[in-house]
């Protein structure tokens, strides 16, 4: 097993790289891991569901592991900034496998399009650094989380969401310290 795992970051076409760079940041601290930013890769077509005006996530996270220049890495998150939705739910923040390789957040719901006020910029990051661990959380084996304010819960709306603490409760930590122990990171 390789001792240096790198998590990356790939955006799914534009998505403003400040916000990149940010949680690159963010997410190297939360979990001391080395975090890279990967080149952007076009939104395939083939996910986007035309009645719905959104993007089929599980597909997406299909698309992130079939694409050979992510073979290496050892997770990947991607962020877009179209809508997202999985077809039991009118929309979705993010989705990740659990206990997998991928993840993905979009930016369209934290950054307040659908009510068509848009967020400021500091609560636009906290609530995507919020999602970003949330789903990453998943990948390392982290299912959800009733503990009041952990990261882990799950959040319907941005009501929910913004009322989750920016960290994840001592049972999910101690989860989550486990995993990386197992797995040698
Ligand atoms: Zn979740
Ligand atoms: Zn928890």
């Known amino acids: 097993m390789p001792h240096y795992q790198v998590l990356a970051l790939v955006s799914l076409d534009a998505v403003d790289p400040e916000i990149l760079r940010h949680l690159s940041t963010a997410i190297a601290k939360a979990f001391t891991l080395?975090?890279?930013?990967?080149?952007?890769?076009?939104?395939?077509?083939?996910?986007?569901?035309?009645?719905?005006?959104?993007?089929?996530s599980t597909q997406l996270?299909?698309?992130?592991?079939?694409?050979?220049?992510?073979?290496?890495?050892?997770?990947?998150?991607?962020?877009?900034?179209?809508?997202?939705?999985?077809?039991?739910?009118?929309?979705?923040?993010?989705?990740?496998?659990?206990?997998?390789?991928?993840?993905?957040?979009?930016?369209f719901r934290p950054q307040g399009e659908a009510s068509g006020v848009r967020a400021p910029h500091s609560i636009l990051m906290n609530r995507?650094?919020?999602?970003?661990?949330?789903?990453?959380?998943?990948?390392?084996?982290?299912?959800?989380?009733?503990?009041?304010?952990?990261?882990?819960?799950?959040?319907?709306?941005?009501?929910q969401l913004d009322k989750k603490n920016l960290e994840f409760c001592d049972y999910c930590r101690i989860l989550l310290a486990d995993y990386f122990n197992r797995n040698g990171l």
């Open 34 to 56: 080395p975090v890279q930013i990967l080149p952007p890769k076009p939104l395939p077509s083939h996910t986007f569901h035309v009645t719905r005006n959104q993007h089929y």
């Open 128 to 159: 995507l650094l919020k999602l970003s661990l949330h789903e990453l959380g998943h990948t390392f084996s982290l299912p959800h989380c009733r503990q009041p304010g952990c990261l882990m819960g799950f959040a319907a709306n941005l009501e």
């Open 61 to 107: 996270l299909e698309y992130l592991l079939a694409c050979e220049d992510h073979d290496g890495l050892f997770r990947v998150l991607a962020i877009t900034a179209v809508d997202l939705y999985i077809p039991i739910f009118t929309f979705v923040f993010g989705e990740a496998q659990l206990d997998g390789k991928a993840a993905i957040i979009s930016t």
